[in-house]
């Protein structure tokens, strides 16, 4: 079973920042929180990963909180090819991903 | 530089036959993972791989499904015997020793008539 809760949908404006929010209360100390999106019926494109500091890369931020159980993805500015079902997922390196039912993201224009 | 490739991305057969899925790591990566997706449903682990070893198969149906990654060439998903309940979409990915992030293929779409 996963270890996230994240809601099942969300919608954003176009141009406007997305954040997503993602629950994960018994996360262990040596786990990551992983993000993925999945476009359509494409393979899942990784997004960014993190264990306790913020990080930022060119297509998102995420924000973990200071207890690590929660996090959030943010896409600054949202476009409509954002669209997609997005995965947060805690897990150690080199271990089998779980992925739960993840937040379908609708930005519309 | 190339990312992970699956072949091929569609794959037909009849209800009896074998179904072989092929996957090419990225370069530089030494770890597969194969996963399933059935039609609106998640993505659910199959099996992990090392070259030539089998590291968890904890995902892996008890029949019919093997999994393998030779020293030389893809890693390749086998399902004998196809049934309809097969038809789903099998993605691979793959990671490096160094980081562990897995990088998703394109998948390879079977359906079973």
């Known amino acids: 079973d996963a270890k996230t809760t994240q809601p099942p949908s969300m919608d954003c404006a176009e141009g406007r920042a997305a954040n997503l929010p993602c629950n994960h209360s018994?996360?262990?100390?040596?786990?990551?929180v992983y993000w993925y999106r999945q476009i359509h019926s494409q393979g899942p494109q990784y997004i960014i990963h993190g264990l306790k500091n913020n990080e930022t890369n060119e297509m998102a931020s995420l924000i973990i909180t200071e207890d690590r159980k929660s996090s959030t993805l943010i896409l600054p500015h949202a476009t409509l090819r954002d669209t997609a079902v997005y995965y947060c997922i805690v897990g150690q390196g080199a271990q089998k991903l779980v992925f739960g039912q993840g937040t379908r993201l609708t930005i519309n224009p | 530089n190339a990312g992970v490739m699956q072949n091929p991305r569609h794959l037909v057969r009849r209800r009896g036959q074998e179904a072989r899925l092929r996957c090419s790591p990225m370069?530089?990566?030494?770890?597969v993972y194969w996963y399933r997706q059935l039609p609106e449903e998640g993505l659910k682990f199959m099996v992990y791989l090392q070259k030539e070893n089998i590291i968890d198969e904890s995902g892996m149906p008890k029949e019919r499904f093997s999994a393998e990654f030779p020293k030389e060439g893809p890693s390749i998903l086998r399902i004998q015997q196809v049934v309809r309940g097969d038809s789903a979409a099998y993605f691979c990915a793959t990671s490096s020793q160094s980081t562990d992030t897995q990088y998703f293929g394109p998948g390879t779409r079977l359906t079973v008539l």
């Open positions: 370069k530089g990566h030494s770890h």
């Open positions: 018994t996360i262990s100390g040596n786990e990551y």
